[in-house]
């Protein structure tokens, strides 16, 4: 029995080490002190980042923090003691702050306090007392009266007033930076209240905080404050019901022009009880029920409706133009609200006036085709085949699948005489001599149509061209003759008379201006065939050459538009292209699979560290128990010798009190843990609701801003649509109605402009043959002066034209690729005669860009420039 206090008194040693061990978890079960806050710069207002915020308890260090890119930063801290908080950042101004947490009584100490300290800093001036900034800027203790941490006012507007007045010694304003502060503090409470009267509340507590960051703990800007965000809270709901409002209306509205009476009653009753005092949702509601009650007459008529729409659908599928007019008119009348019929009757009224036009366009082409295949024939007649090459050719774009005009323009061109055609006049009569005998028949018969033509005999002339038609059938000269003989009788049979006799005369003034100014040629002719005798071996060549030129020239541009459209159209992105955005998509990805398996696996660490810590505990108890039985076991044996029965069962039964303790303790301690992990957890997912709250609460905020900007663009585009469509209509009417008076004297005009015409081509041409002749007066002197030139002059600015081609380089366009870092650079270096440029397309994950001899450039002008790769 001796030996049993010292099993009780090692049972509470346990105990005590036991205690020891969840000292520290209740401690941390205790409340805390949560600091934030934004440090920002006084002049600009600037949120300030890396600023090291320092913790002193008892004037020993006790935690540091950086603040973020947004001038934010956090701190934790414990009660019951005595805190200084530091701001330091580079050249700018030191601040302190005080923390009494000593005076908060023990009945709050289990409870969290949340403080928020607000810090601005400056540049320091010389001439500065810095034995102010060695004093705390703030205090912060606990009040009883209002049970929570308070800032001593006093004393921090009596430093604040202090800092000012020093800030105003040692400027060199002479005291304007002194009133900097409470100069801000009024314009910041002048705009509130600016803001406050227009009812624009956000814009309101956004300059009350300002003023509130110079003056904390303002009085009248708080209750300001909290005025305006009272009232932008009644806005907001106000606002929300005129949302919800206006939908139902939409709602409605889109219902009674669908006829779907139910929907739209059900959706005006709503916009009723949203907001009882507006007064359309009630007129357009008795409206809907009035047209509810007479819906059921309204079924035959729906019918016949829908019946004369699928009618006038049909017809105008099938053209039917007639037909389908007729049924839309039908279903118009039916339902005169109904806009369906109506723009369909405006759409069969456009589709008839663009058939219309078109056949008049088509009209009007084929008259203008036919005046100039007569008037290319008439200039090939006249062995003017420069100019009848031109008008066949003219023809032929008109017309391309009509081969006449294309084979008439080859045979102009084959009796084109170049300027040394003069010399191969005799073989052209050796040739003409040894023709075909039905050539020369057909080619008299032609002469003689032509002649009878050109003298108004159309019996003569439509013989001889049937004549003509007669020996070659396949020719469509003589065939186009005999149709333009018929129209031009049908046109003659109903031409006025007096039209005639102005024909007529202004045909002989024609010809008598014509006749003058081929005379007047023929001299000047005459005098420029002896200066050109002498260079037209040398002018042929040149002319040659140009002409081989001007048509690669051509080629090569037409092939370059054809490729850069091509080009253009392509917008399929290249493999390099596809490459990297693929790549950068894969590394997106694997940088989320990274941060999500960092998160499981910290998230399997901490779980097996609760783990662990529970069965060290549980481990080091084992080995108490283990050891203390040991021990017992030990005494109670040697005991055993010595004492009896009894004495044996009381050692037992207390061994089975202390067991049955020790299981109760340790189910106990095992309790408290997991009640603490679930604080915790709970405590961290509060937190975490309220920041998703917030951020759900701005974001749908900024939602409805977003909608309600769009639903008034929708409105003012729909508005604009509706009266630029009106303009145009008012527009087109205007032009029909002006177009109606275009076809009066139509004939006297035409005949006019023909006149006018003829007239400005033989000056026309009287013009070229001059310029022509001094052209070559030009040339042939010029080649004078260039042959007179003495050997060995200094050369002119016109002799280094042919300046040798670059070495290395070949013309046309060269391609090479290769990789920069983690970019693909595609390089075209483009030789055009002595001018080379190098182009360069970069192809890397965040983009492609383009660049021209360095200088950046658009993908147009890319593609545009560099088509052609000749490697």
Not at 53 to 60: D, H, I, N, T
Request: proline share 3%.
């Amino acid at each position: 029995m001796a030996n049993t206090p010292s099993i009780r008194m090692r049972a509470r040693k346990s105990w005590m080490a036991f205690g020891a061990l969840m000292l520290p978890l209740m401690v941390m079960a205790q409340g805390g002190i949560e600091v934030d806050g934004t440090v920002r710069e006084k002049d600009s207002n600037r949120k300030l980042s890396g600023v090291e915020v320092e913790v002193l308890r008892g004037g020993q260090p006790y935690d540091a923090v950086s603040t973020l890119s947004n001038g934010k930063y956090t701190l934790s801290l414990e009660h019951g003691e005595d805190y200084e908080l530091r701001f330091t950042f580079g050249d700018l101004s030191p601040r302190k702050v005080e923390l009494n947490t000593s005076t908060i009584p023990a009945s709050f100490r289990e409870r969290p306090f949340y403080l928020t300290v607000e810090m601005s800093m400056f540049e320091v001036p010389d001439g500065f007392d810095m034995s102010l900034l060695d004093k705390p800027i703030g205090k912060v203790a606990f009040d009883a009266s209002k049970e929570q941490l308070a800032w001593d006012l006093p004393y921090t507007a009596t430093m604040q007033g202090k800092i000012d007045r020093a800030l105003s010694a040692a400027s060199e304003s002479g005291g304007e930076e002194a009133e900097a502060s409470n100069k801000e503090y009024d314009e910041h409470m002048r705009k509130a209240e600016l803001e406050f009267g227009r009812e624009r509340w956000a814009q309101s507590i956004n300059w009350l905080d300002r003023a509130l960051t110079e003056v904390p703990g303002d009085a009248r800007a708080e209750q300001m404050l909290a005025e305006a965000q009272e009232r932008m809270a009644v806005a907001e709901a106000e606002a929300a019901s005129r949302r919800e409002y206006e939908g139902q209306m939409r709602e409605g509205k889109m219902a009674m022009r669908k006829e779907d009476w139910p929907a739209a009653i059900a959706a005006f009753e709503a916009a009723i009880e949203l907001i009882p005092s507006e007064q359309e949702p009630r007129d357009l509601l008795a409206e809907v029920q009035e047209a509810n009650a007479g819906a059921g007459a309204d079924d035959l008529v729906q019918e016949d409706y829908l019946e004369a729409m699928a009618e006038g659908e049909a017809a105008l599928a099938e053209s039917n133009f007639d037909l389908a007019e007729a049924s839309f008119e039908r279903a118009s009348n039916l339902k005169p609200s109904e806009r369906t019929p109506k723009e369909k009757l405006a759409e069969i009224r456009q589709l008839r006036k663009e058939a219309e036009r078109n056949q008049a366009g088509n009209a009007r082409a084929l008259q203008e085709y036919e005046a100039l295949i007569e008037k290319a024939d008439r200039n090939f007649d006249a062995l003017d085949f420069v100019k009848a090459k031109s008008l066949y050719e003219q023809a032929a774009q008109m017309m391309p699948d009509d081969l006449y005009p294309r084979q008439r323009a080859e045979e102009a061109g084959s009796r084109i005489v170049p300027l040394g055609g003069a010399e191969e006049e005799p073989l052209v009569e050796v040739e003409s001599g040894q023709a075909n005998p039905m050539d020369r028949e057909y080619e008299d018969r032609i002469r003689e149509g032509d002649e009878a033509f050109d003298a108004e005999q159309w019996t003569e002339a439509e013989d001889a061209y049937a004549a003509a038609l007669e020996l070659k059938p396949n020719e469509r000269y003589p065939k186009n003759r005999l149709r333009r003989l018929q129209s031009m009788q049908t046109i003659d049979s109903g031409v006025d008379a007096n039209l005639q006799i102005d024909r007529e005369a202004l045909m002989a003034e024609g010809e008598a201006e014509a006749e003058a100014v081929a005379q007047e040629t023929a001299a000047i002719q005459e005098e420029q065939d002896r200066l050109l005798e002498e260079e037209r071996l040398a002018a042929q060549e040149a002319e040659s050459l140009r002409m081989a030129q001007s048509k690669a020239s051509t080629d090569a541009d037409r092939a370059r538009s054809r490729n850069y459209v091509l080009a253009m159209q392509n917008r399929e992105e290249d493999d390099a292209e596809a490459y990297y955005r693929n790549a950068l998509e894969s590394e997106i990805r694997a940088r989320g699979q990274a941060v999500y398996a960092a998160a499981d696996r910290q998230e399997a660490l901490e779980e097996v560290w609760v783990s662990n810590s529970d069965t060290r505990r549980q481990s080091s108890y084992a080995d108490i128990r283990e050891s203390a039985e040991v021990q017992a076991n030990a005494t109670f044996d040697a005991a055993s010798y010595r004492s009896d029965r009894r004495a044996d069962l009381e050692v037992k039964v207390d061994l089975q009190r202390e067991r049955a303790q020790d299981w109760q303790a340790m189910g106990n301690a095992g309790r408290r843990d997991r009640f603490i992990t679930l604080t915790r957890k709970d405590e961290a997912n509060r937190q975490s609701l309220h920041d998703r709250t917030k951020r759900y609460a701005v974001f749908v905020d900024s939602l409805d801003r977003m909608l309600a900007a769009y639903a008034d663009f929708n409105r003012d585009l729909r508005l604009a649509s509706t009266d630029a469509r009106i303009m145009r209509f008012e527009d087109i009417e205007r032009r029909a109605a002006e177009h109606r008076r275009v076809g009066e004297g139509e004939s006297i005009r035409r005949l006019d402009r023909w006149n006018g015409i003829q007239k400005v081509e033989r000056e026309d041409q009287q013009a070229k043959t001059l310029a022509a002749g001094e052209a070559a007066i030009r040339a042939a002197a010029a080649l004078r002066e260039e042959r007179e030139k003495a050997t060995g002059t200094a050369p002119t600015s016109q002799d280094y034209l042919e300046v040798p081609a670059k070495e290395g380089i070949r013309e046309g366009v060269e391609e090479r690729s290769y990789e920069e870092g983690n970019a693909l650079i595609i390089e075209r270096t483009v030789r055009v005669d002595n001018e080379v440029n190098v182009y360069r397309k970069t192809v890397a994950k965040h983009g492609v860009y383009y660049f021209k001899n360095n200088r950046s450039i658009t993908r147009e002008i890319w593609v545009l420039e560099t088509f052609e790769i000749s490697d």
